[in-house]
Structures are given as C-alpha cells and as structure tokens.
C-alpha cells in the first residue's frame, strides 16, 4: 500500500517537471535591439564576411559548366547555408528549369507569390536590396537568355488569398515559381486538417498546375517580432514539410538557417536584431535569404553535372499531380477575383460610399467606404458569372444533382472588407435580383488593435440565369465601436466555383493580417 502512496506523487512531481520544462522551453526568447539614431537601419550587410563556393573534384569540362554560377558571394556562412536547404527533393521540375538556363534555350520567367516580406518591406531599397530582386540580379548574370522575375507579393496576405487571386500576382506561363507564407499563414498545430498546411496545399496545387508547369520552391522563414521570437517549432513550418515531400517540392528555411546562430552560437552580424527590424528582414536578413535561392540553384547545376537527368525523369516531369494529401482538398475548380480598380465595374449604386485609397500610392489599399448608417452599395454580378463561370457554373449544376437542367446553380461569394479597431460599424450583406442567399451581418470591429482584411462568405443560388444577379452591402445602425462609429470598407470580391459550404466554412475565418 505503501507502493500505491508514493507512486502517484512520483509521477505528479514528474508531470510537474516535464510541464515546468515545457513551459520553459516554449517561452518565447528576448530580443535585445540597441537603440538606433534617426536614418540608421537596423541591418546593414556587412560586407567583410563576404566569401564564393569552391567545389573541388570535377573534371574540367564539369568546373568550367560551373564556374559562371559561381560568382555568388555569400554572407551566411558555409554550414548555415547548408543547414538552410531544408528539403532537397528530387527537384525534377526545378532541374529542369536549372537546365534550360544551363542551356540557353529559351527565355525564362521566375515569379514570387507571399506577403510583406518577400515584397520587400523592411529593406533600405525596395526593388533593389530585397531577396528576390538580388536574386533575379544574380539569376539575369548567370543565363545567356533573358530571364524575368515578377514580384507578385502582396502584404499582408496569407496563402489562401493567392488561392482565389493568384492571376492577379502570376503569370500563366512562369517557369519557377517561389511561395513565401509561413508566417503571415500564423502558427496551427494541428496534423490532422491543419489550416495552415490546407491552404498551402491548394496553393502549390494551383501553381503546379499552371501552363507552364513551374518548379516550386518553399521558401520558410522564422517566426522573429519586434521584442521576442518564437521558440523553435511554433511554426507551420515543418507539417508544412509534409506538402513538400508529398508533392516533391524543394524547401529553403531562413529559421534553420539562422536559428542556431541565435541561440546555440550567438554569432555576430546574424543576431535577430542585426538581420530582423521587427517582423520583416532588414538588408542582412534579405541578403541571407538571397544566399539560400541562390545556394539551391547553384546545388542543383553540381545535382545536374553529376547526374544528368535520365529518360525516366524527363518523362515524370510532365506527370499528373498525385490526388490531394488531405483527402479532397481541391483549390476551386475555377475562381473569379475582382481586386482593385476592377471591383468598381460590378457596382451599380454607391449611396454613401466613396472609392478611396488609404494606403501609399506604393502601397495601396483601395476600397469603398462609407461611414453613415443606411449608405448601400449593390454589387451586379451578371457580367461576372455570365462571362467567365458559365463553364464553371454548368459543371457546378451538374455536380450539385446529376442533371445539367437544374434550375438554380450555387456558389460562395467571398467579400473582402476591412476589421479595424477604431469607428468601425456593421453592414448586412444580403443577395438582391435573381439571386438567394442567407443574408449575413458583418462586425468590421476587430478584437485586437490591428486592421485586418476578413472574408465574409455568403452562398448565393442564382435561381434564373437570364436575370440579374445582385449582392447588396448596406451599413447598419448598429456598432460596438466606443465612439459609435460606423465606417464600413469592402475591397475585393472573389466568386469560388467548384467550392462547397464545407470549403466555405473553413475559409470562414479566412483573413489578411495588415501591417499596421
Ligand atoms: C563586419 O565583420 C567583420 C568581420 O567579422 C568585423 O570585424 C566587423 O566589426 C564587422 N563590421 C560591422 C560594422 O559590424
Ligand atoms: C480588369 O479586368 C479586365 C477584363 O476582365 C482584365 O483584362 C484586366 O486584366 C483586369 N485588371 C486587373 C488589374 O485585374
Ligand atoms: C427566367 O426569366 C425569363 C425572363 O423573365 C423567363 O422568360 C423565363 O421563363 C425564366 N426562366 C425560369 C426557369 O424561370
């Protein structure tokens, strides 16, 4: 009996331990920034740790293959740059578009789809000094053709809004393809369904999928803010890991790259506070992210020299995607997404609502608003779904009850509106003309203090084709906002065929984190 006393107080002194040392361990650490003067930037690249690859042991018509792509100089050291390439893959597609700029074919297109990041906020010179525009400068001076880098960025944005909006930010026919996301994605832990890995899912989906039949490369980065960052693996990062192997995507990981040299070996000119300004990289944080493109594509030239791709693989390059990880986990069969100043062409009437840009002639951020209860603004859909889902809404009728004469064909309608937390209102959104839907009250006041773009989806039946289909936005009396206020913004519309209540209700809580 003694034995059933002290056992259990063992294995609760033991809980206790592992639980102390989980919490220790998930804690987030301290980011130390020296204060800097007006104009000074956080993260200048030093350009004394500078060094070139040497690769020994190739035979001389191998090494003089090599040499142009050689030039690079680096400033993540050596290790650090290896630690970086997180998942090699077989990289079929991405050996093929490293050949044909070994070869000189034929003109190439190169393409980024992510957020603020890899936009280039947080360098001293957008354009120039962010990673994609080092590493499409390096890219151009290695190839004997053209080749041609379109930055499709769009800030705070997570993966799922390049789902529904990527022609917007791709072209059809871009030959490499890289995805930035996992940290606007935020963190889900979940294996089973993970919303981050969902979303990231369709999105490679989407892209391999394209014309041109891109290479896609992951490109991760660590999850840093202003005063702390995250322990180790609170990150999507790695079950995001999971999409790369299954769908044989390489992977690049500034976290893997960096992280040791944070927290094992603190090494000077790598510390967070020298590479991150908060959030987003400064030049140094940039350049290393540069050096992990740049590392990839010289890695696969030596992969190519030493093993020439085989018949075999020419033939799996052009092979069909394998069915989704997550059972039925399918992009829309077709999506429309009307941003910017397209989305003035659906509406009809604006009582009370101004199109207006909030943002930077850079930056923009266009959108109606209104800030007067009753102001309404009536979308005309017709047009839209006329001209490009008539295909998709056939198909669409046909699924939904084996017959291609149903009377009516339903789709979710996704609004893209502001949550803010200042004079933020509530609007109804309900369906007008020949179109039904349940009609749904939307609270643009957010819970935390930042300005956030949301989703309000609503699925709307289309009862007759040959009348009009409307969706109405009206501005209640209504608000939570302290000071009454009641500015409403809506900025962009997507109309997702192919997608059910289910996929809807998953992308419910669908929202673009903003930066300020
Ligand atoms: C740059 O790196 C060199 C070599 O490690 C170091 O001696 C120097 O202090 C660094 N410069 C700055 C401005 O940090
Ligand atoms: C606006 O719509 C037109 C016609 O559908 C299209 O050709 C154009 O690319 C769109 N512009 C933008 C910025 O999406
Ligand atoms: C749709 O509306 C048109 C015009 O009012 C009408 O002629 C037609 O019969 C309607 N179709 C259905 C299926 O209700």
Same mark, same amino acid.
């Given at each position: 009996?003694?034995?059933?006393?002290?056992?259990?107080?063992?294995?609760?002194?033991?809980?206790?331990?592992?639980?102390?040392?989980?919490?220790?361990?998930?804690?987030?650490?301290?980011?130390?920034?020296?204060?800097?003067?007006?104009?000074?930037?956080?993260?200048?690249?030093?350009?004394?740790?500078?060094?070139?690859?040497?690769?020994?042991?190739?035979?001389?018509?191998?090494?003089?293959?090599?040499?142009?792509?050689?030039?690079?100089?680096?400033?993540?050291?050596?290790?650090?740059?290896?630690?970086?390439?997180?998942?090699?893959?077989?990289?079929?597609?991405?050996?093929?578009?490293?050949?044909?700029?070994?070869?000189?074919?034929?003109?190439?297109?190169?393409?980024?789809?992510?957020?603020?990041?890899?936009?280039?906020?947080?360098?001293?010179?957008?354009?120039?000094?962010?990673?994609?525009?080092?590493?499409?400068?390096?890219?151009?001076?290695?190839?004997?053709?053209?080749?041609?880098?379109?930055?499709?960025?769009?800030?705070?944005?997570?993966?799922?809004?390049?789902?529904?909006?990527?022609?917007?930010?791709?072209?059809?026919?871009?030959?490499?393809?890289?995805?930035?996301?996992?940290?606007?994605?935020?963190?889900?832990?979940?294996?089973?369904?993970?919303?981050?890995?969902?979303?990231?899912?369709?999105?490679?989906?989407?892209?391999?999928?394209?014309?041109?039949?891109?290479?896609?490369?992951?490109?991760?980065?660590?999850?840093?803010?202003?005063?702390?960052?995250?322990?180790?693996?609170?990150?999507?990062?790695?079950?995001?890991?999971?999409?790369?192997?299954?769908?044989?995507?390489?992977?690049?990981?500034?976290?893997?790259?960096?992280?040791?040299?944070?927290?094992?070996?603190?090494?000077?000119?790598?510390?967070?506070?020298?590479?991150?300004?908060?959030?987003?990289?400064?030049?140094? *944080?940039?350049?290393?992210? $540069? /050096?992990?493109?740049?590392?990839?594509?010289?890695? #696969?030239?030596?992969? +190519? =020299?030493? %093993?020439?791709?085989?018949?075999?693989?020419?033939?799996?390059?052009?092979?069909?995607?394998?069915?989704?990880?997550?059972?039925?986990?399918?992009?829309?069969?077709?999506?429309?997404?009307?941003?910017?100043?397209?989305?003035?062409?659906?509406?009809?009437?604006?009582?009370?609502?101004?199109?207006?840009?909030?943002?930077?002639?850079?930056?923009?951020?266009?959108?109606?608003?209104?800030?007067?209860?009753?102001?309404?603004?009536?979308?005309?859909?017709?047009?839209?779904?006329?001209?490009?889902?008539?295909?998709?809404?056939? *198909?669409?009728?046909?699924? $939904? /009850?084996?017959?291609?004469?149903?009377?009516?064909? #339903?789709?979710?309608? +996704? =609004?893209? %509106?502001?949550?803010?937390?200042?004079?933020?209102?509530?609007?109804?959104?309900?369906?007008?003309?020949?179109?039904?839907?349940?009609?749904?009250?939307?609270?643009?006041?957010?819970?935390?203090?930042?300005?956030?773009?949301?989703?309000?989806?609503?699925?709307?039946?289309?009862?007759?084709?040959?009348?009009?289909?409307?969706?109405?936005?009206?501005?209640?009396?209504?608000?939570?906002?302290?000071?009454?206020?009641?500015?409403?913004?809506?900025?962009?519309?997507?109309?997702?065929?192919?997608?059910?209540?289910?996929?809807?209700?998953?992308?419910?809580?669908?929202?673009?984190?903003?930066?300020?």
């Amino acid at each position: 009996m003694m034995h059933h006393r002290i056992f259990p107080r063992n294995i609760c002194s033991l809980a206790g331990f592992i639980l102390v040392l989980i919490l220790a361990t998930a804690k987030s650490i301290t980011i130390s920034r020296p204060p800097l003067l007006p104009g000074q930037h956080c993260c200048p690249v030093n350009e004394s740790l500078f060094w070139k690859k040497k690769v020994h042991g190739l035979n001389s018509a191998a090494s003089k293959q090599l040499e142009p792509f050689l030039s690079y100089e680096f400033l993540l050291p050596q290790l650090q740059l290896m630690a970086g390439l997180k998942y090699p893959s077989s990289a079929k597609r991405l050996r093929k578009f490293v050949s044909n700029l070994m070869t000189g074919d034929r003109p190439l297109k190169v393409g980024i789809v992510g957020g603020s990041i890899s936009w280039g906020q947080g360098t001293t010179a957008h354009g120039v000094r962010d990673w994609f525009s080092i590493f499409m400068t390096w890219l151009a001076s290695v190839s004997r053709v053209p080749v041609i880098g379109r930055n499709g960025c769009i800030p705070g944005t997570p993966s799922f809004y390049m789902v529904l909006c990527w022609e917007h930010s791709v072209d059809p026919d871009v030959d490499l393809i890289l995805v930035e996301y996992v940290f606007n994605d935020g963190v889900d832990d979940r294996i089973k369904n993970n919303g981050a890995v969902r979303w990231v899912e369709q999105l490679v989906r989407r892209l391999m999928a394209l014309p041109g039949r891109p290479a896609v490369v992951l490109v991760q980065v660590p999850h840093v803010h202003l005063t702390y960052f995250d322990p180790f693996f609170r990150t999507s990062e790695d079950l995001e890991g999971a999409v790369a192997a299954y769908y044989d995507v390489p992977t690049v990981s500034l976290r893997d790259a960096l992280y040791p040299l944070n927290v094992h070996r603190p090494t000077e000119g790598f510390l967070w506070a020298q590479t991150y300004n908060e959030h987003h990289p400064g030049d140094a *944080g940039h350049k290393a992210l $540069a /050096d992990l493109a740049v590392h990839l594509t010289q890695e #696969t030239v030596l992969g +190519l =020299l030493s %093993y020439p791709p085989s018949r075999d693989e020419a033939e799996k390059v052009e092979g069909p995607l394998p069915p989704p990880m997550y059972s039925g986990n399918l992009p829309p069969s077709s999506s429309v997404c009307v941003v910017g100043f397209n989305f003035t062409s659906l509406v009809v009437t604006a009582e009370g609502w101004e199109w207006t840009n909030e943002g930077t002639p850079e930056k923009p951020k266009w959108g109606y608003v209104a800030t007067e209860p009753g102001s309404q603004l009536v979308l005309q859909l017709t047009k839209r779904l006329a001209v490009e889902g008539a295909e998709a809404l056939d *198909g669409a009728s046909t699924i $939904a /009850d084996g017959s291609a004469s149903i009377k009516g064909s #339903t789709f979710p309608v +996704l =609004l893209h %509106y502001l949550q803010s937390y200042v004079g933020m209102g509530t609007a109804r959104v309900e369906c007008g003309g020949e179109c039904e839907c349940t009609g749904v009250n939307v609270d643009a006041l957010h819970a935390g203090r930042s300005s956030q773009t949301y989703m309000a989806a609503v699925m709307v039946t289309w009862i007759n084709q040959t009348l009009d289909c409307e969706l109405q936005i009206t501005v209640l009396d209504k608000s939570r906002d302290v000071e009454g206020g009641h500015k409403f913004k809506v900025s962009g519309l997507v109309i997702a065929f192919g997608y059910d209540a289910a996929a809807v209700a998953s992308v419910g809580k669908w929202h673009l984190p903003s930066d300020d």
